[in-house]
Each structure stands twice: as C-alpha cells, then as structure tokens.
C-alpha cells in the first residue's frame, strides 16, 4: 500500500455497533500505515480513568447528560494531548471511536439532541473532526453472536437493551448518508483478511480522492 504522508497526518477513525469488528480493523490499518492507534474514550491517562467510570457496570446508572459531558471531557484530554500532536509531527492517526460515536450512542441511542453534541464535541475537540470514518457494518444477528462467542463480561454499553444498539446503528446509517465525502461505510460480514482487504480498498481511494 504506497502513502505519500502529508505536513498534516490524516485522522482515520473507525466507527461500528459492539461486535462489529472495528477495533481489529482499526489496529490492521494503522499497522498497515504505519499510524498511531488510538482509541475513543481512553487514550490518556485521564481518559483511560474516565473510559473506566463510563463502562464499569458498578458505576451504576449515569444520568445522560452527565454521560455525554464525561465523554466530552474524555474527547477534549485526547485531542490536545494525543490527535493534534501526532498528527501536526506528520503522522496518521487511526482511532477506535471518536466523536461520531458520541453522535450515535449519546444522540441516537440515548435520544439527546444530535446538534447540541455536534457543537459541544466541536467546542471539545478545537474544531477537530476525523478526516476519514469508516463504518464497519454487520447485521444485528452477527454483532450478537459475536459478543456472544467473546466470552468477556458485557460493560456498561454492550449490556444495554438490543433497542438502544438499534437506534446507535440507525444513527451511524444517518451520519454516513449525511456526509459521503468523509464516510465510507465497509462490509463487517466475513473473515478478518476479507473484511481488511475492503478497508484498504477504501484507504486507497480516500487518498487518491485527497491527492495523497
């Protein structure tokens, strides 16, 4: 895979419901690139501590909008001390997560208006978005089975109502309908090399489409 790295490395972020495959995707990709892999929320060490308050099961119920400024909080700690840095050295950055998932699971799944979010995470983040979304997309029955076969305990999320993850999937359909220009939406169906050949298809065309 040829890449001619720009002054400003491009930020890839992987969005996808649980179970959809997006965090082994995401860590192939930036092994290919040779990018920084990162994740949403986490990624520091605040965030890594505020990832543990949001997704432990004993932190019990979390009112939502509550929820959504932790995430916030989590996505502002990782810009500034993570994203911008790496990417203003050259380098891509690809993360797990970042804040489309915010959109999906705090504006669709938890039902806050989405445009509010949109302009708290633009505050959050300095008016830094993901240059590149890829959607990693399986059917419902193929997400449950696989966090079936996982075998780990559920966290805070993946233990919510199939409800919420519907509407979280809905919402990732809407933001990518949205914006082609910077989504790209990815067949999760099937073996891990197939699945990774369809995203470096997808690689290549974003930079022959960015001219890099």
């Not at 001390?81 to 790496?86: N, Q």
Request: with cysteine; glycine share 12%.
């Amino acid at each position: 895979m040829t890449d001619a790295t720009p002054a400003r490395g491009w930020f890839v972020a992987f969005e996808g419901g649980e179970g959809s495959g997006k965090s082994t995707q995401a860590r192939l990709l930036a092994e290919a690139i040779g990018g920084f892999l990162t994740r949403e929320p986490g990624g520091t060490p605040l965030g890594d501590q505020l990832r543990r308050l949001l997704l432990d099961p004993a932190s019990g119920a979390i009112d939502r909008r509550a929820e959504a400024l932790l995430m916030a909080a989590d996505r502002a700690q990782h810009v500034s001390e993570v994203v911008r840095p790496a990417l203003g050295s050259g380098r891509h950055v690809v993360s797990d997560r970042s804040a489309m998932s915010f959109l999906a699971y705090q504006g669709w799944g938890r039902g806050l208006p989405v445009e509010e979010l949109r302009r708290l995470s633009d505050w959050a983040s300095g008016g830094l978005w993901p240059d590149l979304v890829v959607l990693v997309d399986v059917a419902p029955q193929v997400a449950a089975a696989r966090r079936a076969a996982d075998g780990h305990a559920p966290d805070r999320l993946e233990a919510e109502v199939d409800g919420f993850h519907e509407r979280v999937r809905v919402g990732f359909a809407a933001l990518a309908e949205a914006d082609p220009r910077r989504w790209v939406v990815i067949d999760g169906d099937g073996a891990v090399e197939e699945v990774a050949e369809r995203v470096n298809g997808a690689w290549a065309a974003f930079l022959c489409q960015a001219g890099g």
